[in-house]
């Protein structure tokens, strides 16, 4: 066999094209299996069942009805959406510290858990459209003389931890000394005995207490505007389009303003996309 000799410059340059190459296979390759995208319809469809994060201790969204059976606004939506891929749901407890942890792991497909879709959560994970938007008010008893966000100074006021909520009381009002609790029960217990002047919250939430007990009032104050999202780990592009398409059946069919009825006993508004 004849041995073709070429010349060394053109050696060199096809060895450093080669090592080029090798170099950029390696890097994009690396790249793109760390960046790989999750595929949770996929790993759904093949566990068999849904996973879904969502609240106990938060009506009318998430909560445990008189046979301590999960119920509300949010675990319907999240049931409804495992009819739509064809598989049971199994819930998960999560609160609002949690939620994003319990999902970013991997121990919950999605979480349906009245979370506020922020700039600074979509750093950590994806959203679905938005598919209700509530506002932030302040419950107190009628005879604290408390009428607004003008006379929280120096008052004490409860708020659930790790929430948009606890953000928003602390700007709007700065002289305010805000409590933060692991749920909306125990902020409101604490309201109930005495321990703070005030408890703040959305108002769906808030008209859930104010009905148990009518020595507290819901004040006009509305600070907040809080569209809601149903979070799912970044990239998860598949099971986020099955999301999105099942809230805008259950708006064109009518079934979102049957649950919303059934929830807040009140008429929905169009749901619309907010971007904070």
Known sequence: MSVIALPRRTLVLAASLIAFALGTAVLFGGAAA???APDGLARIKARGKLVAGVKFDTPPFGFLDEKN??????????RKIGERLGVPVELVKVTSPTRIPMLVSGNADLVAASMTHTRERTKAIDFSITYYVGAQSLIVA?????TGLKDLAGKQVAVQQGTTLEKNIAAAAPQAKILAFKDYNSAWLALVQGRADALTGSLDILQGFAKQDPNYVILPDRFSVEPFGIGLRQGDFALRNEVDFTLQDLWTSGQYRELYRKWFKAEPETPIEVWP
């Open 34 to 36: 760390q960046q790989a």
């Open 69 to 78: 059976e999960p119920a509300g606004f949010d675990i319907d939506i999240v």
């Open 142 to 146: 009628k005879a604290s003389g408390i």
